[in-house]
């Protein structure tokens, strides 16, 4: 392993001795086994590794989606795992941003209702200035007056990113978001997530297969057997992929 990471005094968003345990006895999976993790302010962070190496698993802990069966996780110093289940569902609310593979979008809203809704939801009123901010960043001006049937999947993609930053959350988490683009659509969303953490100070912590992909990334943490083995900051495809492969030796 070439660097742990480590506890952060800055951190947004810190992980210590987190632990998911999957059934009992014999067919136990331990899916995440032991990880210490932190993301700072503004930070742009890849994580990947190898099918089941339990990206997907670490991610939903993080974002307090799934309950650990040890350790802790903090946002912005609030222990998700005190909270009770109204406490947990208000702050992935109010403080955690999602965007998914699948954008997840209302049919029947416009782009701009659907990227409203949550602070609609939550009974916020939109800040006028921050919307226009993260409509520039996003590129989706001329599209608001439309619905995602009349949006290409770029777009419809951009418009859940623009939802999810509106509410300005702790940490956006994006799971594979670029899976269900082209090359170049995807490239262009990846350039908007960098935006996003670049211009707007946004924590983003993404999962994802593509080497080039996690090169946009301030960081890429790779993943296998339950535990986090490299920390990359700032790495070559080339340094990803090298990175990648240790996590696929047999050990
Ligand atoms: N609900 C569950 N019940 C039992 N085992 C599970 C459950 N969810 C995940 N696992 C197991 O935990 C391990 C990690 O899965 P996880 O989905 O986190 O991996 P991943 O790295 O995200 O994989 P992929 O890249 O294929 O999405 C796998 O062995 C998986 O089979």
Redesign the pocket.
Known sequence: MSSTPTERRDAVLQASGLVRR??AGGAA?T?VAGVDVSFREAEFTAIM??????????MNLLAGLDTPTSGRVLVEGRDLTRLDDRGLTRLRRERIGFVFQSFNLVPTLTAEQNVLLPLRLAGRRPDRAHLEEVVRTLRIGDRLRHRPAELSGGQQQRVAIARALLTRPAVLFADEPTGALDVTTGRELLEHLRAASTELGRTIVM?T?DPIAATYADRVLT?SD?VLRDALERPTTQEVLAAMTRTERPC
Not at 49 to 58: A, Q
């Open positions: 999957y059934g999976v899916a590794g190898p099918s089941g190496s339990g990206k997907s698993t670490l999962v297969h993943m339950g």
